[in-house]
């Protein structure tokens, strides 16, 4: 995983609902850099939340994020660099 990358994630946690948009970008060698989250939730409005991290994919495509907001994620990359998260963290579905 190498380049910038885009996200929308929607799902429901136990403040309800929330939606999810962002950005941020891989380095190519395990390190997510830069990214930058805007979410709306039962709790509120939070925008331009900064995060790092770092990831790993396997062969197959499937990965895991792990990042400095203590969300992990499961997700999995096609051949075109197209991906899904599959997993956001113990805490939220979506």
């Known amino acids: 995983m190498n380049g910038q990358f885009a996200f929308s994630f929607k799902g429901a946690d136990a403040d309800g609902g929330f939606f999810a948009t962002g950005a941020f970008t891989a380095d190519g060698n395990g390190n997510v850099l830069n990214g930058v989250e805007d ?19 396997g062969t197959d495509g499937r990965g895991t994020a792990s990042l400095n907001t203590g969300d992990v994620l499961k997700f999995v990359i096609d051949s075109t660099g197209n991906g899904a998260v599959i997993q956001f963290n113990d805490f939220a579905i979506g």
């Open 39 to 57: 979410l709306n939730d039962g709790a509120g409005v939070f925008s331009n939340q900064a995060f790092s991290g770092t990831y790993s994919v």
